[in-house]
């Protein structure tokens, strides 16, 4: 009776979390975590093109590309990952652990009626405020983060279209994304953790071992196989980026993770909903890859990835109390089997190590 009770506790606390959610009401000084700059005239394919074009000849750096899996695929979505060269470089002497603010991305979807294209990006000015909200530096770094967030733009301008500025939920207020450990009373399933928090180790090392945790990280990820959209268990490694000496992205996905990502965050949402273009999630591009980090803050290399939770509120907010409610296992899914794939295989290695090396 009482585990009935706690549930019916649990149950209504997120009810009202998703309500405060869904009344929120936008004030001039918050911040799209998403930010749509460009509604294209021309196809999906001819849009793709022109950026790929136009970030062929700018200063940001193309990592790798990947147009997003999900079942009755009707609409078309890809996400670029990219870097600022000048964006690292203000951003040198910050601490590994921050290394996630340095990942760009590029969102390309078509959307609602007409399955007109549409260009977005994670907006890097939010996510600076988020991650480098601890920082003496703070207010260069966020001026660095504006300043790669108009190289995007001016970018994207090159594509054939109209250029538009249009903050995308979830949005906040810098206060709020400076201090993010959650939303609302919905706080309690991200455990009240901030980025750093929610920063869970999945490996540690000793730091003369960086590199080689590094290229064990890797060979485990690229061996690791997406086993499509009814599977969890498989990764497929898109992108390994170097942020200052200390630090390693690899940008990972899988068809399960884009799937109940897109469909998920489509579910309730009414906005671009139309008969041709049923999934208004694709928006949520710029959300993908999952990351794994290698990190040597000086003490320890640590392996770590976010709490999927923490990550799917910052991101996927508007999904809804309903489309959370009806997917409360999926954030504990992904976590499980991005760390199952990294502690697998390196519990392995150590099996087979000759006890006389052990």
């Not at 991005?338 to 090396?357: K, V, Y």
């Amino acid at each position: 009776m009482k585990s009935k009770s706690i549930k019916l506790v649990q149950l209504f606390t997120l009810l009202f979390a998703f309500v405060l959610g869904s009344t929120h009401v936008r004030a001039a000084d918050e911040y799209g975590i998403f930010e749509r700059i460009l509604e294209a005239s021309g196809s999906f394919n001819d849009t793709t093109a022109a950026l790929e074009k136009a970030l062929a000849e700018s200063k940001l750096t193309l990592h790798a590309k990947r147009d997003l899996v999900y079942t009755d695929k009707v609409q078309q979505a890809r996400v670029y990952i990219v870097t600022s060269p000048a964006y690292m470089e203000a951003a040198k002497d910050e601490a590994p652990e921050t290394a996630s603010a340095q990942i760009l991305r590029i969102g390309v979807y078509e959307y609602g009626e007409g399955k007109k294209v549409h260009i977005n990006i994670g907006n890097p000015a939010a996510h600076a405020m988020v991650f480098y909200s601890g920082s003496k530096n703070y207010d260069k770094l966020l001026a660095a983060a504006r300043a790669t967030e108009q190289e995007m733009k001016d970018i994207a301008a090159k594509v054939p279209g109209k250029q538009v500025i249009v903050q995308l939920e979830p949005v906040r207020t810098e206060k709020t994304l400076n201090k993010f450990n959650g939303d609302g009373p919905a706080k309690m399933m991200a455990k009240f953790r901030n980025w750093k928090e929610s920063q869970n180790e999945v490996i540690k090392d000793k730091p003369e071992n960086f590199n080689a945790t590094v290229a064990r990280v890797e060979k485990t990820l690229a061996a690791s196989q997406d086993k499509g959209v009814d599977d969890s268990s498989g990764w497929r490694l898109l992108s390994k980026i170097p942020v200052g000496a200390n630090a390693v992205y690899f940008g990972i996905t899988n068809d399960y993770t884009e799937n109940k990502c897109i469909r998920i965050n489509s579910d309730f949402r009414s906005d671009g909903k139309t008969k041709d273009a049923p999934y208004p999630g694709v928006d949520h591009a710029p959300a993908m890859p999952m990351e794994v980090l290698v990190i040597n803050d000086g003490k320890d290399v640590k392996v770590v990835q976010y709490g999927e939770m923490w990550r799917m509120q910052l991101y996927f907010w508007d999904s809804g109390y309903m489309a959370f409610a009806k997917n409360t296992l999926i954030p504990s899914i992904i976590f499980s089997s991005i760390d199952h794939t990294l502690t697998s295989t390196a519990s392995a290695q150590a099996d087979a190590t000759p006890a006389a090396a052990k």
